[in-house]
């Protein structure tokens, strides 16, 4: 993370390999979701953005997110359990 002079943190990352079933029909698509940690940084978080890295068609959508984690929508065409690592780029303040 970069903290910059006037309390805006900035902070990026990768999270681990991790599995997520893909189970729930909805309309014509299938999904559930999956949260994501954040650090102890931030006491305000302006923006938050998160890409998947999947093995296979998996998208992603933020649901919500707060000072301590980020919720994501996964999207996929078909039912399927799927390994999957997130990149996530978030500005905030302390």
Do not use: C
Not at 16 to 29: E, R
Not at 36 to 42: A, K
Not at 44 to 56: G, H, K, L, R, Y
């Amino acid at each position: 993370y970069r903290q910059y002079a006037n309390g805006a943190i900035e902070a990026w990352s990768k999270t681990l390999s991790d599995t997520a079933a893909i189970l729930t029909a909805t309309g014509s698509l299938y999904t559930t979701t999956k949260a994501i940690t954040l650090p102890d940084l931030f006491a305000n978080v302006d923006f938050a953005e998160v890409q998947a890295v999947s093995t296979s068609a998996v998208m992603t959508s933020i649901k919500e997110y707060t000072t301590t984690s980020i919720t994501v929508h996964l999207l996929s065409a078909t039912q399927s359990t799927v390994t999957l690592s997130f990149f996530v780029h978030i500005i905030g303040r302390v």
